[in-house]
Each structure stands twice: as C-alpha cells, then as structure tokens.
C-alpha cells in the first residue's frame, strides 16, 4: 500500500469506535515484541490542557538535549501529526512501512486509536528515544496509552467530558483518569477541583506513588506580564510561554514540576532548558494567531471548562468587535462551551466541521440565537471563515472555536492545507 491507502485502511478502522480496554492492545503489542517495554515513557491524561502541557514538557527536553517522542490526539490538520520526535512528524514513508507491520499483527477488532498507538512505539523504539511522552486519549485506565509501565504520570485539569464512556461525575471521570499513576511513580497534578483530587490523592496512596500538586507543591503566577514559577527546587521569573494564553500557566508550571522530578530517573534538565522549552513551546489551535487586520485567533476549547478559560484569555487581545465563527461536535456540550463567550460576542457565524458527528450548523445557530447572540447559519467552515472575514473590520478579532475539528479545518483553509478528517 502507499501513503494515501495506508491511512485510508486506517481510517476505515472508526468502524469500531472506542472500546475501552486493554485487551487488544496487549496482544498488539506482544505481537510486536512490546515496543513500549524499550522506551522510557510518560503519561500525560486530564480533561483541558494535556496536549499543551506534553508540548511544553517536550520541548523543554529537546531543548536539554534529549531525543523526545511525543504522540498526540487528534491531529488538526493531517495523520503525522500524531507521532513526533523532537517536534518533527513521522515521515510518511515511514507510516506505510511500520503500519504495515502492525496491521500484519492486529487482533481481530483492533480499534483506529490502538493501531496509532502502536505505530507510534514501534517508530519510538525503532528510533532509540530517550523517552516517550504519551497524551492519553479519552480516559486513562483503560486507555491504549496505558499499555506501557511509565516512569512517571501527569494529570491535567478533570471536568466532565466523554461521560458515556466515563461516567457521569468528576469523581469518577478522575478515578479513570487516575488510572495512568503507577506504582510507586511520580505523579504530578495541575490545579484539580476538591473533588477530583480527592479521587487522585486515593489512588496515589495505594499505590505509593509520590504526588505532587499545583497549589501545594509548586505554584504558578502572572506577574508583569510574565509567569513566575515557584517549584519544587527552581524558582523562575518573566517566562514568556511560548504557547499563548493566560489559561496556560498552569499547563507551564505544571510541565516545569515534572521536569524537576526526572531529575530522579537520570535527566539533566538545566535551568536554560526549563526556560527555553516554555519560551520556544508551539502547539498549533490553541491561542494561535492565524491572521491579521483582521485578528484571526483559532483556539480547540471543547467542553465549558475551556471555554471559560477562553473567554478569560480573551481579555488580553486587544480589539473592536468579536466574531465568532462556532463549530462543534453533537455530542459536546455546545452550551456550555459558547454560553462564556455570548457576552463579548457581536456577530456570530456557525459552522459544521467536516465529520459525521458534528452539531449541525443550523441547530447550533438556533442556539446563539436563542443566548440573545446575532447568528448566522454559514454552513461549512470554509464558508464561515469567508463570511466572517468580509464582515470584520482591520480592528475586529474573528475567534474561531468550539472544536479541535474545527480548528483543523480552518487551518487547512488558512493555510492552504489538505485536511484529513477524523475523529479519534
């Protein structure tokens, strides 16, 4: 097969959707000759901010000089993405032939995302990194990700997401979670409700596994206009994130504490290192500046807690008029994503990203409307992007939002980009 059936044949196993559980996995990666068992790895689960906080821990490696695997989802834009070593993607000449060995050895049943996540450990084994970052799916326990004994875990900010396949409150949602601490392993929590730290300091006990937490441990401010860093033995003052957003310092100190603690499992992660990787950290959706008179500004909140980050973070972009182009999929809480964002919005336009599940645009429109928000149904992405445009003045910011998917679409279209849709 070449590239383009490679992925296709890939794709095509969303017919199984997400099935939790290891079982699959496991014989996929025997099959393999456990790949993961060759690599150092950490996980990094949570609700918000996992993807920016496995980038910035990423990039503050690379920049100490380690060879750094990281394995992301979704992508935004095409399939490599995903797999990354030192920030440059999988090449795809390499995706058809290591697919090609574990389509060759999957189970009966194997899902899209457990496929990937073997791709990406063989490719991480096969070319000797120094460790493996590994951002978990959906859950944590029972994720494919958790297929590999880590050296240490990283837990973002749990809220309720995924609750069909995760239960249906924040306690339990974090004790899935939860399930990516090993034993007698560094675990390291950003800012956590009570309720969900609750459920994480629990099972750290059990499992003797050392915590440490953001707020308790090490803290993170804004100070100047630059982040200060209180942590576990470093103090830093005047970063300046490379990844935007106010929302960000606790993604950032939290990615700092854990680079601290791999001072114990052998990493030499100087001080110019911890500053570099936050300063020079790109992650590419979230706060990112696509365009300008008009701003352009694209970010993937995808459930409430994001979204009030969000419009928080909007207070610091200078502009006249907000508006919105809102894409979403059906089975995210479109409510409570855009209801933080209504009150600074002036026009909105919505869309509906290009997947099967997405909220179709005329209902999410009906939506706005229904906030008191002047809304129109645009249809298609590209068709927001444009509508949008030719309404903004040079002084006006279009926020795009509400979906990684609709991100990703936007950034193909700005971009000049293909866009390889998929969700998983």
């Not at 999988?90 to 009966?108: D, K, S, Y």
């Not at 929590?189 to 441990?217: I, W, Y």
């Not at 979230?286 to 008009?294: F, K, S, V, Y």
């Not at 209902?363 to 903004?392: H, I, P």
């Amino acid at each position: 097969m070449n590239y383009s059936e490679t992925i296709a044949y890939i794709y095509g196993l969303g017919r199984f959707g997400m099935r939790p559980g290891l079982e699959r996995i496991t014989a996929l990666l025997l099959a393999l000759d456990n790949p993961q068992d060759k690599i150092k790895t950490i996980h990094v689960a949570g609700t918000n901010g996992k993807g920016s906080a496995a980038m910035f821990l990423s990039t503050i490696m690379s920049c100490a000089g380690y060879k750094v695997g990281l394995f992301t989802s979704p992508h935004l834009i095409r399939f490599t993405e995903r797999i990354r070593i030192n920030d440059v993607e999988i090449e795809e000449e390499n995706v058809v032939r290591l697919a090609g060995q574990v389509i060759a050895a999957a189970p009966p049943a194997t899902t899209f995302f457990e496929m990937v996540t073997a791709l990406g450990w063989l490719y991480f084994s096969e070319q000797r990194v120094d460790v493996a970052i590994m951002e978990a799916g959906m859950g944590g326990r029972f994720d494919a990700t958790n297929a590999a004994s880590g050296i240490m875990s990283v837990i973002m900010p749990v809220s309720l997401d995924h609750c069909e396949y995760l239960g249906a409150t924040v306690a339990q949602i974090a004790f899935e979670k939860a399930g990516v601490i090993k034993p007698g392993r560094p675990v390291v929590t950003s800012v956590q409700s009570d309720e969900a730290l609750a459920v994480m300091r629990g099972e750290s006990a059990k499992l003797a596994s050392p915590m440490f937490c953001n707020g308790e441990h090490f803290t993170g401010c804004w100070e100047n206009g630059g982040l200060v860093y209180h942590g576990l033995q470093t103090s830093l003052s005047g970063l300046k994130p490379g990844i935007a957003g106010r929302y960000q310092a606790d993604n950032a100190v939290t990615a700092l504490a854990a680079a601290e603690l791999l001072g114990g499992e052998g990493f030499h992660l100087p001080e110019t290192a911890l500053r570099s990787g936050i300063e020079t950290a790109s992650w590419p959706g979230r706060m990112e500046i696509a365009g300008e008179a008009p701003l352009i500004l694209l970010d993937g909140a995808h459930n409430s807690a994001g979204g009030k980050a969000l419009a928080e973070a909007l207070q610091d972009v200078p502009h006249d008029r907000l508006i919105l182009v809102a894409g979403v999929m059906a089975d995210k809480d479109a409510e409570g994503i855009f209801t933080p964002l209504f009150p600074f919005t002036d026009r909105a336009y919505a869309v509906s990203p290009a997947l099967e599940r997405a909220l179709p645009s005329d209902r999410l429109a009906g939506l706005c409307r229904a906030r008191g928000v002047a809304c129109e149904d645009a249809g298609t992405v590209a068709e927001g992007l444009a509508q949008a445009r030719k309404e903004a003045g040079p002084r006006d910011l279009i926020l795009v939002c509400g979906s990684l998917f609709t991100i990703g679409e936007a950034r193909a279209i700005l971009y000049a980009g293909q866009f390889e849709p998929f969700r998983g």
